[in-house]
């Protein structure tokens, strides 16, 4: 047998926490996309870091969702208003969600699609 690669090596718990913070952060900046990324770069080497990154990615998609519905109803005003509403909230439950994990605590997203597993 061959002995680990490091890039094949588990993520050490300081490490593994600070790749669960930013994948709940990331999407602040890229949604979607960064989870996405530090799910199939990092998980595999970090079952703490796949299971925060999955549910950020979760959140990601159902308020993805959330913003595109709001954008429809934007023809019958209340889009507008629930718009921002929708947003900093996403934003202070994905701030709260890298607190979390960069603690090393589970954090569980009160409302996302668990589509993906």
Known sequence: ?????????DLPE???KLWAMLAHLSGIIVPV???????????????????????????QITLA?????????TVVVIGAILLPIVWIVGIIF??????????????RYPFALRLVK
Do not use: H, W
């Open 1 to 9: 047998m061959s002995d680990p690669t490091p890039a094949q090596a």
């Open 14 to 16: 300081s490490e593994a």
């Open 33 to 59: 996309i960064g989870p996405l990324i530090i799910m199939l770069v990092f998980g595999p080497r970090s079952p703490f870091v796949k299971k925060q990154s999955t549910e950020a990615l979760n959140f």
């Open 65 to 73: 969702i959330a913003l595109v519905i709001c954008v429809v109803l």
């Open 94 to 107: 994905m701030v709260l969600g890298g607190i979390k994990a960069y603690a090393g605590d589970d954090y």
